[in-house]
C-alpha cells in the first residue's frame, strides 16, 4: 500500500510542477496589481501627513522660556509629529498669520514663568488666530496653550524646588547653576517625553508598518489564496475508476487528501520561496531599497521573516483543497474560491486596513483564517515570533484538512449507494 501510495504522491508533486508556468502567469498580474495599490497608497499617505503639518509661530519674550521653552517643545514626539514650531518676533507672527504661513501664533510675554507661579503680572501667553480658523481649531489651539503651560509650570516647578533645597544645603555659584541646568535639560528629556510615561498602542491598522510593508505582507496572503484558481487543474478530482482502484489497495479518503494536500502545498511552498528569492536578490544588490522598504538591514531579518511565513502555506494549502473538495468540480471550485477570498481578504483587512472597516466587519474578520495569516506574516516582518497565532494557524489548517477528508469520504459513500 504504502509502496503504491509513494507512486501516486511522485505523480501528484509532477502534476503540480507542470502547472508551475501557468501559475506563476496568473500571480504576476496579482503582484503588479498590489505593487501599484501599495504604492499608490504609501505615496498619498506620506503626501497627507507632509501637507498636514500645523505650522505654529512662537514669540518667546520671556528669557527663561526663550531658552528653555522650545527644547520643552521638541522633546514631545508626539508634539512635534503634528506641529512645526518656528521662533519668530511678533511682528512677523502676525504677518505670517495674514499670507497663510502660519496656521496660528503663539506670543508669550516677558516673565511669562514668574506670573505662572504668581511672582509677576505680566498676563497669560496669547493665541493668535488665522481669519479663516473655525471655533474647533480655535478650541483645539487653545488647548495646545493650556497644556504647554502646564507642562512648563510642572517641570519648571520640579526645578525650582530642587534648587531650594539644595542652596538649602550650601549648593551655590556655578555648582547651583550646573545643577539648573542638568536639571532642566532632565525634565525636558524625562518629564515633558510622554512617550516614557505611558503605553503607546498602535491605532494605524497596519500594526505599526508602513502602509507598502503591510500590502506587501497582504499580498503574500492574497495571492496564496488567489493563487489556489491555478491549481483547478490539479485538484479537478481523479477519475471514478482511478479512485475504485486506489481505495481497493488501501488509499482510501485520507491518503487521497494527503497526497492532494501536499501536492499544493509543494506547488505553494515553490512560490513562496520564490517570492523570497527575488527579496534576497534586491538584498544583496540594492540592500538601501530592502532597508527603505522593509526595514531589513541584515540576511538574518529576511530569513526570519521567510522562516515565520511558512506556516502561511499549510493553511493556504488546506483552504483550497477543502473548498474544491466542496465544490466537487473545477469550475465551482475556482469560483467559489475567488468569492470566498475577496470575502475573506476583505473583512480580515488584506484588501482595506481593518482600522477602517465597520466594526460589524472587524468583528467577524478577526475570526477568519485569513486574518490569522496576514498577522503572522506582518510579526514576520517585525522580526516578532507570534508563537500562539501560529499555533492557532496550525490548528484550523487541521481542521481545514479533516473537513476536506470528511467530504471525499461523505462523497465516496453517497456515490456506492
Given at each position: 500500500?504504502?509502496?503504491?501510495?509513494?507512486?501516486?504522491?511522485g505523480?501528484?508533486?509532477?502534476?503540480?510542477?507542470?502547472i508551475l508556468?501557468?501559475?506563476?502567469?496568473?500571480?504576476?498580474?496579482?503582484v503588479?496589481?498590489?505593487?501599484?495599490?501599495?504604492l499608490?497608497?504609501?505615496?498619498?499617505?506620506?503626501?497627507?501627513?507632509?501637507?498636514?503639518?500645523?505650522?505654529?509661530?512662537?514669540?518667546?519674550?520671556?528669557?527663561?522660556?526663550?531658552?528653555?521653552?522650545?527644547d520643552?517643545?521638541?522633546?514631545?514626539?508626539s508634539?512635534?509629529?503634528?506641529?512645526?514650531?518656528?521662533?519668530?518676533?511678533?511682528?512677523e507672527?502676525l504677518?505670517?498669520?495674514?499670507?497663510?504661513?502660519?496656521?496660528?501664533?503663539?506670543?508669550?510675554?516677558?516673565?511669562?514663568?514668574?506670573?505662572?507661579?504668581?511672582?509677576g503680572?505680566?498676563?497669560p501667553?496669547k493665541?493668535y488666530?488665522p481669519?479663516?480658523?473655525?471655533?474647533?481649531?480655535?478650541?483645539?489651539?487653545?488647548g495646545?496653550?493650556?497644556v504647554?503651560?502646564?507642562?512648563?509650570?510642572?517641570?519648571?516647578s520640579?526645578?525650582?524646588?530642587?534648587?531650594?533645597?539644595?542652596?538649602?544645603?550650601g549648593?551655590?555659584?556655578?555648582?547651583?547653576?550646573?545643577?539648573?541646568?542638568e536639571?532642566?535639560?532632565?525634565?525636558?528629556?524625562?518629564?515633558?517625553?510622554?512617550?516614557?510615561?505611558?503605553v503607546?498602542?498602535?491605532?494605524s491598522?497596519?500594526?505599526g508598518?508602513?502602509?507598502?510593508?503591510?500590502?506587501?505582507?497582504?499580498?503574500?496572503?492574497?495571492?496564496?489564496?488567489?493563487?489556489?484558481v491555478?491549481c483547478?487543474?490539479?485538484?479537478?478530482?481523479?477519475?471514478?475508476s482511478?479512485?475504485?482502484?486506489?481505495a481497493?489497495?488501501?488509499?482510501?479518503s485520507?491518503?487521497?487528501?494527503?497526497?492532494?494536500?501536499?501536492a499544493?502545498?509543494?506547488?505553494?511552498?515553490?512560490?513562496?520561496?520564490?517570492?523570497?528569492?527575488?527579496?534576497?536578490?534586491?538584498?544583496?544588490?540594492?540592500?538601501?531599497?530592502?532597508?527603505?522598504?522593509?526595514?531589513?538591514?541584515?540576511f538574518?531579518?529576511?530569513?526570519?521573516?521567510y522562516?515565520?511565513?511558512?506556516?502561511?502555506?499549510?493553511?493556504?494549502?488546506a483552504?483550497?483543497l477543502?473548498?474544491?473538495?466542496?465544490?466537487a468540480?473545477?469550475?465551482?471550485?475556482i469560483?467559489?474560491?475567488?468569492?470566498?477570498?475577496?470575502?475573506?481578504?476583505?473583512?480580515?483587512?488584506?484588501?482595506?486596513?481593518s482600522?477602517?472597516?465597520?466594526?460589524?466587519v472587524?468583528?467577524?474578520?478577526?475570526?477568519?483564517?485569513?486574518?490569522?495569516?496576514?498577522?503572522?506574516?506582518?510579526?514576520?516582518?517585525?522580526?516578532?515570533?507570534?508563537?500562539a497565532?501560529?499555533?492557532?494557524?496550525?490548528?484550523?489548517?487541521?481542521?481545514?484538512?479533516?473537513?476536506?477528508?470528511g467530504?471525499?469520504?461523505?462523497?465516496r459513500?453517497?456515490?456506492?449507494?
Open positions: 500500500m504504502w509502496k503504491l501510495f509513494r507512486k501516486f504522491l505523480l501528484e508533486a509532477k502534476r503540480a510542477v507542470k508556468p501557468q501559475y506563476y502567469l496568473g500571480t504576476a498580474l496579482l503588479a496589481l498590489f505593487a501599484v495599490v501599495a499608490a497608497g504609501n505615496a498619498a499617505m506620506s503626501k497627507e501627513e507632509k501637507e498636514d503639518r500645523v505650522e505654529i509661530a512662537l514669540v518667546m519674550q520671556d528669557t527663561y522660556l526663550k531658552n528653555y521653552g522650545m520643552v517643545l521638541q522633546s514631545s514626539a508634539a512635534s509629529s503634528v506641529f512645526r514650531f518656528t521662533e519668530v518676533t511678533e511682528e507672527a504677518a505670517g498669520l495674514r499670507d497663510g504661513t502660519y496656521d496660528g501664533a503663539m506670543v508669550f510675554p516677558p516673565n511669562f514663568i514668574s506670573s505662572v507661579f504668581g511672582n503680572e505680566s498676563g501667553a493665541f488666530e481669519p479663516t480658523m473655525n471655533s474647533l481649531d480655535q478650541g483645539l489651539m487653545e495646545l496653550i493650556e504647554g503651560t502646564g507642562l512648563i509650570a510642572v517641570s519648571s520640579y526645578v525650582a524646588g530642587a534648587l531650594d533645597i539644595a542652596s538649602q544645603y549648593v551655590e555659584g556655578n555648582a547651583l547653576t550646573y545643577m539648573q541646568d536639571m532642566e535639560l532632565y525634565m525636558a528629556a524625562r518629564v515633558i517625553n510622554r512617550e516614557d510615561t505611558f503607546k498602542a498602535d491605532a491598522g497596519t500594526d508598518q508602513t502602509l507598502f510593508q503591510y500590502y506587501f505582507c497582504a499580498g503574500i496572503v492574497m495571492l496564496l489564496m488567489l493563487g489556489g491555478a483547478g487543474t490539479l485538484l479537478k478530482g481523479d477519475a471514478k482511478l479512485e475504485d482502484q486506489l481497493m489497495h488501501g488509499i482510501k485520507p491518503l487521497l487528501a494527503l497526497a492532494r494536500y501536499l499544493v502545498l509543494l506547488l505553494f511552498f515553490i512560490f513562496y520561496t520564490t517570492v523570497f528569492l527575488v527579496l534576497y536578490m534586491t538584498w544583496l544588490g540594492k540592500p538601501d531599497t530592502m532597508e527603505k522598504y522593509f526595514a531589513i538591514t541584515k538574518a531579518e529576511l530569513r526570519n521573516w522562516l515565520a511565513g511558512l506556516p502561511l502555506l499549510t493553511l493556504a494549502a483552504l483550497v477543502l473548498v474544491y473538495t466542496f465544490a468540480n473545477q469550475i465551482g471550485g469560483l467559489l474560491l475567488f468569492l470566498l477570498t475577496a470575502l475573506m481578504g476583505y473583512a480580515s483587512g488584506c484588501i482595506v486596513p482600522a477602517y472597516l465597520p466594526k460589524a472587524r468583528s467577524i474578520g478577526r475570526y477568519l483564517p485569513t486574518y490569522t495569516m496576514l498577522r503572522v506574516s506582518v510579526g514576520g516582518l517585525r522580526q516578532k515570533a507570534e508563537w497565532r501560529t499555533g492557532f494557524l496550525l490548528l484550523e489548517a487541521l481542521i481545514a484538512w479533516l473537513l476536506t477528508v467530504i471525499m469520504s461523505w462523497n459513500r453517497r456515490e456506492q449507494r
